[in-house]
């Protein structure tokens, strides 16, 4: 584990830990051919690699044995902390082989850093921006076989802290595992770029102010989970939730933020107000399309708005966006009391052009005129 983050032509090298772990082979990887087997066409989040990173915490002895160990079930005690309140966060982030088979991360910094937000949140202890990367780095550098190439494959990275303390008291738990595991997935739209239709729910909210709506927790989905029960009722894919104060507000879907492309070319997303997640994917976008041109507003964006949009054309474009499926055009917005369809079935040139420049340079075939790129071997 020699290699350094020091890489030709970036310009954000930063310090990682990756040299501090200790790598403990398992003693069960997966040989070539059933390996081969296994990334032939995986499920998403279905599929695993032989390893994981990790690293534990106490109150006493701080963030300490970095190792990369065997991808294996977790000794856990019923009474741990996360099973009774979930504590816990989490994050997403992708792995991208190039053509010349380098492979690379896409702004890890960003996700480091709102990992040590969410913690924060959750009472979590905060992990240096060194370890996240050195943990990533670690497990995909031991697993690199792993990251598929071709298409829009990559190794999607799950780092994630959870409250391993055995107590049932109510309080911060004094003891945290960090873990990082990884799992191969094709592209996510297998037969090309297909939009979705959205329910946009009117009777529950995921996050309110003061919760826990910009952290990245466990607790935010298992709230979304009913609400995207009654999208798929609807013969609707995902839900989109509007704020909990006025209730007349789009906020974002249960793990993606939202855009809206007007006619006239603008282009808006809601501002991040303390319940919304602030996406790696959305700051990428809004600084594309800025400097595409577009009209880029962080406001407010109400249902009435979008539905009077949709319907005398001024909304020509609605999207969501988040790292496992990059851009996902929309096509339908329906409710309890509308169900309205996006111009041209939701397939308008801003979001496709959107996505294509994020994914040239994720996969390498566009200039990383930003430094968003992190080589990882
Ligand atoms: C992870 C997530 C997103 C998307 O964030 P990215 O960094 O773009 O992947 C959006 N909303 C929620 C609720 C999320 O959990």
């Given at each position: 584990?020699?290699?350094?983050?020091q890489?030709?032509?970036?310009?954000?090298?930063?310090?990682?830990?990756?040299?501090?772990?200790?790598?403990?082979?398992?003693?069960?990887?997966?040989?070539?051919?059933?390996?081969?087997?296994?990334?032939?066409?995986?499920?998403?989040?279905t599929?695993?690699t032989?390893?994981?990173?990790?690293?534990?915490?106490?109150?006493?002895?701080?963030?300490?044995?970095?190792?990369?160990?065997?991808h294996?079930?977790?000794?856990?005690?019923?009474?741990?902390?996360?099973?009774?309140y979930?504590?816990?966060?989490?994050?997403?982030?992708?792995?991208?082989?190039?053509?010349?088979?380098?492979?690379?991360?896409?702004?890890?910094?960003?996700?480091?850093?709102r990992?040590?937000?969410?913690?924060?949140?959750?009472?979590?202890?905060?992990?240096?921006?060194?370890?996240?990367?050195?943990?990533?780095?670690?497990v995909?550098r031991t697993?690199?076989?792993w990251?598929?190439?071709?298409?829009?494959?990559?190794?999607?990275?799950?780092?994630?802290?959870?409250?391993?303390?055995?107590?049932?008291g109510?309080?911060?738990?004094?003891e945290?595992?960090?873990?990082?595991?990884?799992?191969?997935?094709?592209?996510?739209?297998?037969?090309?770029?297909?939009?979705?239709?959205?329910?946009?729910?009117?009777?529950?909210?995921?996050?309110?102010?003061?919760?826990?709506?910009?952290?990245?927790?466990?607790?935010n989905?298992?709230?979304?989970?009913?609400?995207q029960?009654?999208?798929?009722?609807?013969?609707c894919?995902?839900?989109?939730f509007?704020?909990?104060?006025?209730n007349?507000?789009?906020?974002?879907?249960?793990?993606?933020?939202?855009?809206?492309?007007?006619?006239?070319?603008?282009?808006?997303?809601?501002?991040?107000?303390?319940?919304?997640?602030?996406?790696?994917?959305?700051?990428?976008?809004?600084?594309?399309?800025?400097?595409?041109?577009?009209?880029?507003?962080?406001?407010?964006?109400?249902?009435?708005?979008?539905?009077?949009?949709?319907?005398?054309?001024?909304?020509?474009?609605?999207?969501?966006?988040?790292?496992?499926?990059?851009?996902?055009?929309?096509?339908?917005?329906?409710?309890?009391?509308?169900?309205?369809?996006?111009?041209?079935?939701g397939?308008?040139?801003?979001?496709?052009?959107?996505?294509?420049?994020?994914?040239?340079?994720?996969?390498?075939?566009?200039?990383?005129?930003?430094?968003?790129?992190?080589?990882?071997l």
């Amino acid at each position: 584990m020699s290699t350094t983050a020091q890489t030709p032509g970036t310009a954000t090298s930063r310090a990682s830990a990756v040299d501090a772990f200790e790598v403990r082979p398992s003693d069960t990887a997966r040989t070539d051919a059933e390996r081969a087997a296994l990334m032939e066409a995986p499920v998403f989040g279905t599929v695993f690699t032989d390893h994981m990173a990790r690293i534990s915490w106490s109150v006493e002895q701080g963030w300490h044995d970095r190792r990369v160990e065997k991808h294996a079930p977790l000794q856990i005690n019923p009474a741990a902390a996360v099973l009774h309140y979930g504590q816990e966060v989490f994050e997403g982030l992708k792995a991208y082989r190039h053509d010349d088979g380098s492979v690379w991360t896409f702004r890890p910094w960003a996700n480091a850093a709102r990992m040590a937000t969410s913690a924060h949140r959750l009472a979590l202890p905060e992990l240096s921006e060194a370890d996240f990367l050195g943990a990533v780095e670690a497990v995909v550098r031991t697993d690199v076989a792993w990251v598929p190439s071709g298409g829009e494959t990559s190794l999607y990275l799950r780092p994630f802290m959870y409250a391993s303390e055995t107590f049932l008291g109510v309080r911060p738990s004094r003891e945290v595992e960090f873990l990082v595991i990884a799992s191969p997935v094709g592209p996510y739209f297998a037969s090309g770029v297909k939009p979705v239709s959205i329910w946009v729910v009117q009777g529950y909210h995921r996050a309110g102010p003061g919760g826990t709506g910009f952290a990245k927790c466990g607790g935010n989905y298992a709230a979304s989970l009913l609400p995207q029960q009654e999208a798929y009722a609807h013969g609707c894919e995902q839900v989109c939730f509007l704020d909990a104060v006025t209730n007349s507000e789009l906020e974002e879907l249960g793990g993606m933020n939202v855009f809206v492309v007007g006619a006239d070319g603008s282009v808006a997303t809601p501002p991040l107000n303390g319940s919304i997640l602030e996406g790696v994917t959305r700051s990428s976008i809004l600084t594309l399309l800025g400097e595409a041109g577009h009209d880029v507003q962080e406001r407010p964006i109400t249902l009435a708005e979008v539905r009077s949009g949709l319907q005398d054309g001024s909304i020509a474009e609605v999207f969501a966006c988040g790292t496992a499926a990059v851009v996902t055009p929309i096509g339908r917005l329906a409710s309890d009391d509308f169900d309205l369809t996006v111009a041209d079935g939701g397939t308008g040139p801003v979001t496709a052009s959107v996505r294509a420049q994020l994914t040239d340079i994720q996969y390498g075939r566009a200039e990383d005129r930003h430094g968003w790129m992190h080589r990882l071997l």
